[in-house]
């Protein structure tokens, strides 16, 4: 089975300093997703890109995808407090379940 | 407005209780999902359901079974709980499956005594 996992379990930046959370998956895949999970509530999507893309932004959020190096990584820019959270990545290959990571935790400090 | 809900929120039952987690949702979404959360483990498949009455197991099914009568509900039911069945549960919907976007409910805490 496929195996997805972000490759730092925390990072912490101070706010309006720029973090990146990187993703390393083990089999072939047909698109990537990043969640975001705040403190007591569900999973929220916050960017997908499918295995013929490169780059995909989303205001602040930039996400890269290398299918040479199964990898992909999430960056946030001008971090806000309100981006802590935990951050994961998600596989989907043809079959119709996403892999989901442990996740990383960002922490952003005043 | 595009919503998940899961009932309960918080749960406390003994070991050997049955325990019933419902979950709606109000997008006519196809596909829903159930998974469970532990820390160091992160997302887990228990269920996935494709429509009314057509479910098929995840990851992780055993000691749980589900039921979907109606497209906007799909409930989670643990017969005879047992402790390491204590989770963060959470409901999640999909108009398709595999790259679709997953929508998730706030989870259910669930403590098995």
């Known amino acids: 089975s496929q195996l997805a996992e972000e490759n730092s379990w925390a990072l912490s930046v101070h706010e309006g300093e720029s973090v990146t959370v990187n993703c390393s998956y083990k089999t072939s895949i047909t698109a990537l997703q990043w969640y975001r999970q705040k403190s007591g509530k569900g999973p929220a999507q916050l960017i997908l890109?499918?295995?013929?893309?490169r780059e995909k932004r989303n205001g602040r959020l930039r996400a890269t995808l290398d299918t040479s190096s199964q990898s992909s990584s999430l960056s946030i820019t001008a971090t806000r407090c309100e981006d802590t959270a935990v951050y994961f990545c998600?596989?989907?290959?043809?079959?119709?379940?996403?892999?989901f990571g442990i996740g990383t935790r960002v922490l952003v400090r005043p | 407005d595009m919503k998940v809900t899961q009932m309960p929120r918080y749960l406390i039952k003994r070991m050997g209780e049955n325990v019933l987690l419902e979950c709606g949702q109000d997008?006519?979404?196809?596909?829903m999902y159930w998974y469970r959360q532990d820390p160091g483990l992160g997302l887990q498949l228990i269920y996935i359901?494709?429509?009314?009455?057509?479910?098929s197991e995840g990851d992780i099914p055993k000691g749980y079974r589900v039921s979907r009568k109606k497209r906007e509900h799909f409930s989670l039911i643990l017969d005879s709980a047992k402790t390491n069945q204590t989770s963060v549960y959470f409901c999640?919907?999909?108009?398709?499956?595999?790259?679709?976007?997953?929508?998730f409910g706030p989870g259910t805490r669930l403590l098995v005594l």
């Open positions: 359901s494709y429509d009314v009455d057509s479910n």
């Open positions: 999640a919907s999909s108009l398709g499956t595999g790259t679709d976007t997953q929508y």
């Open positions: 997008m006519s979404h196809e596909t």
């Open positions: 890109i499918r295995s013929n893309e």
């Open positions: 998600a596989t989907s290959s043809a079959g119709n379940k996403l892999t």
